[in-house]
């Protein structure tokens, strides 16, 4: 892997990286946060990966979050990995959405063509990202969690859940909780999936907390609830019925007044990084 | 003026407006963020304005610092106009540069054909822009401040030494010190104010302090040591120097291993409000 560019933030280091993935077949990049040696060692550190929303690139958390100045503080490594493949010869729709394809890769395997050959988020995220950050980086694998915005927030939650010992703890920000059921997700998992809705299940957090039960985390939700696509797109409230009956632990803030910006997360980012350092301990 | 955006941040309100402007002669957007009337009430509240620097639109400031949080904290407005006069028809170098022209301004009045028409940016920041805002927002005329990054810490510098009584408190990360002397400064100032190097003495920092003398206030300025522009375009030690022979307090530090990015200001923008909410009572 090579580094793209390195900015020394709050004490750390704001690199991003590129490498080829074999999963994707194309470059990829990803951001990593590296917490002050002078203060937390040299590691291995607590390790936090984000996942970005639609239209998102490895950059915008990096650069409107604010996340640096907490991670500093609490030694924590966070990777962001690109939110989908990207670059020439990737297939897309004809016109291109922004809510498919290209910077929409909702963190999943794809299995319809022409999708399937360069469309594998999920096994890109949860296997050859981790394996080839382990490799380089010093990221604790025993103190890792999982926190994303929007489509990133689906991602989070759905990698944690079938994902436990990889990432304990989980956390989302406006996370699309139900996406069989709504605009966003139903277009996606037809391109990707196929029309057969019983494969959605194993991409969809409300179902997967249906069939497989609850996870031991405690998941945090934050979402505004003057948020655009809180009715139609996003609708927490499904994945909040669905753990209250599968005994997941959750704790769903409503804040009033917020949209679906990263003016939203910034202020909230600092209680999901505290989240999860009590969490992993 | 017409609200353009609006999304709430960190319990206040972060916002960009657009106007017609008279000295630029274009429409004309700045940023304003509001800190939480329940906690400051609805002011008036202390003002800074911003004054970004070299590419920038109103916007990196408000994505990128972090400065809502702090400003939020200690019931701040905060203003952020534009670089330049922008939109077609507005004479710009062709092909275009990235350090003259639109998003280019330099916080100056140009007397130069084709620019002088409406690159008035000097103008309009110290009269145009503060009238509107008096006429429309709650901000507090008397205690207000300017800060700015690169072009723009040349900007805040050279407003507050020309207008104390307005922007009566002053700091900049990297700023371009010595225009006269580096090439950023010569570029534009020779297409801007014409070859006459006389005429450029009002617009630069260091010769205005030779000039006029000190202000009353403690300058603030922070410079990454890293910075790749610190030896050729910046040279605050020029404006050191010519602060001590000029009576000017000023604090300069250099911040080891920071580069000239959002990254650095991002890092250290804390400090910068704080300094200014304690010079401004």
């Given at each position: 892997?090579?580094?793209?560019?390195?900015?020394?933030?709050?004490?750390?280091?704001q690199a991003v990286?590129?490498?080829?993935?074999?999963?994707?077949?194309?470059?990829?990049?990803?951001?990593?946060?590296?917490?002050?040696?002078?203060?937390?060692?040299?590691g291995p550190y607590?390790?936090?990966?984000?996942?970005?929303?639609?239209?998102?690139?490895?950059?915008?958390?990096?650069?409107?979050?604010?996340?640096?100045?907490?991670?500093?503080?609490?030694?924590?490594?966070?990777?962001?990995?690109?939110?989908?493949?990207?670059?020439?010869?990737?297939?897309?729709?004809?016109?291109?959405?922004?809510?498919?394809?290209?910077?929409?890769?909702?963190?999943?395997?794809?299995?319809?063509?022409?999708f399937r050959s360069?469309?594998?988020?999920?096994?890109?995220?949860?296997?050859?990202?981790?394996?080839?950050?382990?490799?380089?980086?010093?990221?604790?694998?025993?103190?890792?969690?999982?926190?994303?915005?929007?489509?990133?927030?689906?991602?989070?939650?759905?990698?944690?859940?079938?994902?436990?010992?990889?990432?304990?703890?989980?956390?989302?920000?406006?996370?699309?909780?139900?996406?069989?059921?709504?605009?966003?997700?139903?277009?996606?998992?037809?391109?990707?999936?196929?029309?057969?809705?019983?494969?959605?299940?194993?991409?969809?957090?409300?179902?997967?907390?249906?069939?497989?039960?609850?996870?031991?985390?405690?998941?945090?939700?934050?979402?505004?609830?003057?948020?655009?696509?809180?009715?139609?797109?996003?609708?927490?409230?499904?994945?909040?019925?669905?753990?209250?009956?599968?005994?997941?632990?959750?704790?769903?803030?409503?804040?009033?007044?917020?949209?679906?910006?990263?003016?939203?997360?910034?202020?909230?980012?600092?209680?999901?990084?505290?989240?999860?350092?009590?969490?992993?301990?």
């Amino acid at each position: 892997m090579d580094r793209v560019s390195s900015s020394k933030c709050f004490g750390g280091e704001q690199a991003v990286y590129k490498h080829s993935s074999a999963e994707t077949k194309c470059d990829m990049r990803f951001s990593v946060f590296t917490p002050p040696a002078d203060i937390h060692g040299k590691g291995p550190y607590s390790t936090l990966f984000w996942l970005s929303g639609l239209t998102c690139t490895e950059e915008n958390f990096i650069i409107k979050s604010g996340a640096q100045r907490i991670a500093a503080e609490l030694g924590l490594m966070i990777i962001g990995p690109d939110t989908s493949p990207r670059g020439e010869g990737v297939p897309d729709l004809e016109p291109k959405t922004y809510d498919f394809g290209v910077a929409a890769g909702f963190y999943l395997d794809a299995t319809e063509a022409p999708f399937r050959s360069q469309y594998r988020m999920y096994s890109y995220v949860t296997a050859e990202l981790p394996a080839l950050i382990a490799a380089h980086l010093p990221t604790d694998a025993h103190r890792t969690g999982i926190f994303g915005h929007s489509m990133g927030g689906h991602g989070a939650i759905t990698l944690h859940l079938k994902n436990q010992t990889m990432f304990r703890s989980c956390s989302a920000f406006a996370p699309i909780v139900a996406p069989s059921l709504v605009p966003w997700g139903r277009k996606a998992f037809t391109h990707y999936l196929g029309t057969d809705e019983s494969s959605w299940a194993e991409y969809d957090s409300t179902r997967l907390l249906e069939t497989r039960g609850a996870s031991k985390a405690h998941i945090l939700i934050d979402q505004g609830a003057s948020d655009p696509y809180l009715a139609e797109q996003l609708r927490p409230q499904l994945f909040a019925d669905a753990a209250r009956k599968a005994g997941q632990k959750l704790t769903l803030n409503m804040r009033e007044g917020y949209d679906h910006s990263f003016y939203f997360i910034s202020t909230f980012i600092e209680d999901h990084l505290r989240w999860h350092r009590a969490a992993l301990g």
